[in-house]
C-alpha cells in the first residue's frame, strides 16, 4: 500500500486497475500472449514432450494453475 501511496505521489495522473479488472482482463491477456509468443512456438519444434498440471484454488482470490512441459 505504502509503494502504491507514493508512485500516486510521485505520478498523481497514473491509473491503477482494480483487483478484478487485473485478475479478469490484464492478466488474461498477458497468459495468452505468453502462450502464443513462447509456449506454442516451443511445442511446434518439440517431438516428445511429457505434461505435468496442478490447480490450487484460493477461497475468495484467483485461482492458480501450473502447467509444466519437459521436451
Partial sequence: MWLKRLIIHLCPK???PSR???SQD???RLVNKTNQLYVVLALVECHFATTSFDLWMFKGACD???LVINF
Fill in 64 to 66: 492458480v494453475f501450473a
Fill in 20 to 22: 478484478n479488472q487485473f
Fill in 14 to 16: 497514473l491509473n491503477f
Fill in 26 to 28: 490484464i492478466l488474461l
